[in-house]
């Protein structure tokens, strides 16, 4: 089996391009992180699932990843929220950081290297703005500092959004802004949010900067912090699709405005989780936490299993049957890991194969298909257990926790006896064995190639 080269989609070049690396051997890779004014709900776990398996895929090709997450602890929703709460603003944001890191876990989603937070970077952004002002880029106007988007030649380079869009000298403050049209966007607020009620502004969150007390925009955080960690000039950046404009698109403007280089090479985009045809938002109140999946019994790890079977370019419908018919095939493939002894000699020819699905700009649902193609093939066990750890790297669903299933005392002879029955034609008899086994915990399954057993509820 030739190896196939490691190959992404680039929202840049809005082409599968061949994945080459800054330096040699190492990848830099940002993905935008979190809001902590809330739980986290799970189509932006769509989006880290996603970028954890890229994770994941680039280390099973033998990079060695940087990876940053950052934390976005300030901005218009979570004064909001403090200040409906009645509350300072950090008791908010400490609080849903820490349920997103569990729940990060649950998932088996691999920690980012770092995980700056937006309120422990602000000197770096306000130099970041100074730099920016210094270079006729931005502006002061009389609510904030702003980035001239005219100013820069390349805007809409990513989203592909044309000047003809740009409503000239329009400015937006609010965090959540116009989809459609250009506008000079904020780098730094003068207080009050527009968001903020009338006692709330006065506790308002602001930093003392050059150009004015205030606070920083959204933008401005991705671009100082990724800067400040992986250097001007690094190899992926993703997030989920509604971020390629405006956001992505900014951070590029103020990035290479304020730098002279490029400042990305590959622009990576999930695309979303939907409900009813509709994208999965708390804005449109129709969410689910992880702690809504586990009041109906289903457990983290079936959502990562349902999130691997689409391509993370695909839209994914979520309806709780799908989410059920993933928890099924979770179980079932446990139960076929667990049938199996200790790992020998793979299956190389298998293995092969889902690597280069995994290569082929990430194609999950052709490497699941790969993995279930082994599971039911005629290796021995041992060989499919060596393989399915290989994928397991990849896939993250715990499956090197998956122990050899040992019957219970008494079962062997009773499935023995069971065949023996079946052999003579008593079917009644035999019948009765199976309820017998079922109730030390053992099913019994009858294959062309004889009776295969598995324990119930691994
Ligand atoms: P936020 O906390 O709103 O900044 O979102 C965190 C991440 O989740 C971002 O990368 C978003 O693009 C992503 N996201 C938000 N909604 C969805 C969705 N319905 N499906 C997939 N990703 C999403
Ligand atoms: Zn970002």
């Known amino acids: 089996m030739a190896q196939s080269k490691l190959k992404l989609y680039n929202y840049l070049s809005k082409k599968v391009e061949e994945f080459k690396p800054v330096t040699e051997g190492k990848v830099g890779m940002y993905t935008c992180g979190p809001t902590v004014y809330d739980f986290v ?16 895929v680039l280390e099973f090709n033998g990079y060695d990843v940087t990876h940053v997450m950052n934390i976005t602890d300030i901005d218009d929703k979570i004064i909001k929220r403090a200040s409906d709460d009645g509350v300072d603003f950090r008791q908010i944001t400490e609080k849903y950081e820490k349920a997103f890191r569990d729940d990060l876990g649950k998932l088996n989603i691999i920690p980012a290297g770092h995980f700056p937070k937006a309120t422990d970077n602000i000197t770096s952004m306000i130099q970041f703005i ?80 050059p150009f ?49 280089k490029k400042f990305v090479n ?44 689409a391509h ?67 290796y021995p066990g041992s060989a499919k257990r060596q393989s399915i750890l290989v994928m397991d790297k990849v896939l993250g669903l715990g499956l090197a926790d998956v122990k050899k299933s040992v019957l219970p005392k008494g079962a062997k002879e009773l499935i023995d006896r069971r065949e023996t029955l079946r052999a003579e034609g008593k079917f009644e008899e035999s019948d009765k064995l199976r309820k017998e086994l079922l109730e030390m915990g053992v099913e019994v399954e009858d294959t062309p190639e004889g009776p295969k057993w598995r324990l119930k509820k691994i």
């Open 266 to 309: 590959y622009w990576m985009e999930g695309e979303h989780l939907l409900v009813g045809g509709e994208k999965m938002a708390k804005s449109l109140n129709n969410i689910f936490t992880l702690s809504d999946l586990s009041k109906r019994g289903i457990e983290p790890l079936s959502l990562r299993y349902l999130f691997l079977t």
């Open 130 to 209: 100074e730099v920016l002002l210094k270079k006729g880029f931005a502006y002061k106007a009389d609510d904030g500092v702003y980035f001239s988007v005219e100013k820069f030649a390349d805007y809409g380079k990513l989203s592909g959004l044309s000047k003809g869009n740009l409503k000239k000298g329009a400015r937006v403050n609010d965090d959540l802004y116009d989809k459609e049209n250009w506008s000079d966007f904020a780098l730094w607020k003068f207080p009050p949010s527009p968001k903020a009620s009338e006692g709330q502004a006065k506790k308002e969150p602001s930093w003392p900067a």
């Open 212 to 260: 004015g007390e205030g606070r920083p925009g959204w933008h401005i955080e991705c671009s100082a912090m990724s800067m400040a960690l992986l250097g001007e000039h690094f190899d992926i950046h993703s997030g989920g699709v509604d971020l390629l404009f405006p956001h992505h698109e900014n951070e590029i403007a103020q990035s290479e405005a304020a730098t002279g």
């Open 41 to 56: 709900h799970i189509g932006n776990w769509r989006t880290f699932v996603f970028e954890d398996v890229l994770k994941r």
């Open 312 to 378: 993370y370019r695909s839209k994914l419908n979520f309806t709780w049957e799908s989410l059920e018919a993933a928890q099924n095939a979770l179980s079932n493939l446990r139960g076929e890991v667990a049938g199996w002894d200790a790992p020998k000699i793979g299956c190389s020819e298998f293995e092969g194969d889902f690597k280069n699905a995994t290569r082929d700009d990430l194609d999950m649902p052709r490497a699941i298909a790969t993995m279930w193609e082994m599971v039911k093939s005629d």
